[in-house]
């Protein structure tokens, strides 16, 4: 054997899993007649009747669901390092910005409110409290927390029942939330056998199995059509 081919040997068995890992990636699409997002009364507050809006909780364009949480439930590793980034979850014009983020256990999540009016961050998860704090204007200092547990956390001020915002907590990491065109990718998926779940805060969740190839990223395609329940 020549030396440029033991070489290449040795490099093949030497390479490092994540090299090999592939993607699921997919859309998630809407195939019942879409809602016409209904006006958010805001009045009892002069500061965020300011700024009319319209109920964000489910939005569709062009027959694509947006801010479905896109995540591995079965088949894979916890993952191996926690992002050193902090999660942001801020309160802006009265509402939570972003609507839906993600997170890894262990991974720092700060809250903010950027508005010069009281907000209240509840967190839940599921039906536990995680936490209850009052934030009194833009002056207030962050809260600052750890995601502990996976699942989906949900935020709410008590103040204005209408502000809504949720973080998915993944163990493994291998999650994604879909884009304003219903699609989502999650990168550096192992090859191998998963379950993979999508959750939407209104019609809830569906679950399908999908298998990663080397060489060859996992296609798959959620659909929802108005008439499921189960999500927040």
Same mark, same amino acid.
């Given at each position: 054997?020549?030396c440029?081919?033991?070489l290449?040997?040795?490099?093949?068995v030497?390479? +490092? *899993?994540?090299? !090999?890992?592939?993607?699921?990636?997919?859309?998630?699409? /809407?195939?019942?007649?879409a809602?016409?997002?209904?006006?958010?009364?805001?009045?009892?507050?002069p500061y965020?009747?300011?700024?009319? !809006?319209?109920?964000p909780?489910?939005?569709?364009?062009?027959?694509?669901? #947006?801010?479905?949480?896109?995540?591995?439930?079965?088949?894979a590793?916890?993952?191996?390092?926690?992002?050193?980034?902090?999660?942001?979850?801020?309160?802006?014009?009265? !509402?939570?910005?972003p609507?839906?983020?993600?997170?890894?256990?262990?991974?720092?999540?700060?809250?903010?409110?950027?508005?010069?009016?009281?907000?209240?961050?509840?967190?839940?998860?599921?039906?536990?409290?995680? /936490?209850?704090?009052? *934030?009194?204007? #833009?002056?207030?200092?962050?809260?600052?927390?750890t995601?502990?547990?996976e699942g !989906?956390m949900?935020?709410?001020?008590d103040?204005? +029942?209408? *502000?809504?915002?949720?973080?998915?907590?993944?163990k493994?990491?291998?999650?994604?939330?879909?884009s304003?065109?219903?699609? /989502?990718?999650?990168?550096?998926?192992?090859?191998?056998?998963?379950?993979?779940?999508?959750?939407? #805060?209104?019609?809830?969740?569906?679950?399908? #199995?999908?298998?990663?190839?080397?060489?060859? +990223?996992?296609k798959v395609?959620?659909?929802?059509?108005?008439?499921?329940?189960?999500?927040?």
């Amino acid at each position: 054997m020549t030396c440029s081919r033991l070489l290449a040997l040795c490099a093949a068995v030497l390479l +490092p *899993m994540a090299a !090999m890992a592939e993607s699921i990636e997919g859309e998630v699409n /809407f195939t019942g007649k879409a809602p016409t997002p209904g006006k958010l009364h805001r009045e009892a507050d002069p500061y965020c009747a300011k700024k009319p !809006m319209t109920d964000p909780a489910v939005l569709v364009k062009g027959g694509k669901l #947006e801010n479905v949480w896109v995540h591995v439930t079965k088949g894979a590793k916890d993952a191996a390092s926690v992002p050193s980034s902090v999660v942001s979850m801020d309160q802006k014009d009265c !509402m939570y910005t972003p609507r839906m983020t993600t997170a890894v256990v262990g991974q720092k999540i700060q809250a903010k409110n950027g508005d010069p009016v009281l907000h209240n961050v509840h967190t839940y998860m599921g039906a536990s409290t995680l /936490f209850n704090k009052g *934030m009194p204007n #833009e002056k207030a200092a962050p809260i600052e927390t750890t995601a502990k547990d996976e699942g !989906m956390m949900k935020w709410k001020c008590d103040v204005h +029942p209408w *502000m809504r915002g949720y973080i998915g907590i993944s163990k493994n990491g291998l999650q994604a939330i879909s884009s304003d065109s219903g699609s /989502f990718k999650i990168d550096n998926v192992p090859p191998g056998k998963y379950t993979v779940e999508a959750w939407h #805060e209104k019609y809830g969740t569906k679950t399908q #199995e999908v298998t990663v190839e080397a060489g060859k +990223p996992a296609k798959v395609i959620f659909k929802y059509d108005g008439t499921e329940k189960g999500g927040a």
